[in-house]
């Protein structure tokens, strides 16, 4: 719990971070690239579960 709530403090950070800096955020652009990094994150997730399971 303590690592979610981390990783979304880091996240809001960055995104305030580059917003203020005005730097282009560090994101794919388009819709399908960010469903690309949300399936390749549930993908290493889903691996890490079933690998570290056993």
């Given at each position: 719990?303590?690592?979610?709530v981390?990783g ?10 580059c917003?203020r800096?005005d730097?282009p955020?560090?994101?794919?652009p ?7 990094v949300?399936l ?6 889903t ?8």
């Open positions: 719990m303590t690592g979610a981390m979304i403090v880091l996240g809001l950070g960055i995104g305030a971070a917003r800096l730097l955020l560090p994101a794919p388009k819709l399908i690239g960010a469903g690309l949300v390749m994150t549930l993908g290493f997730l691996a890490d579960y079933f690998l570290t399971r056993s």
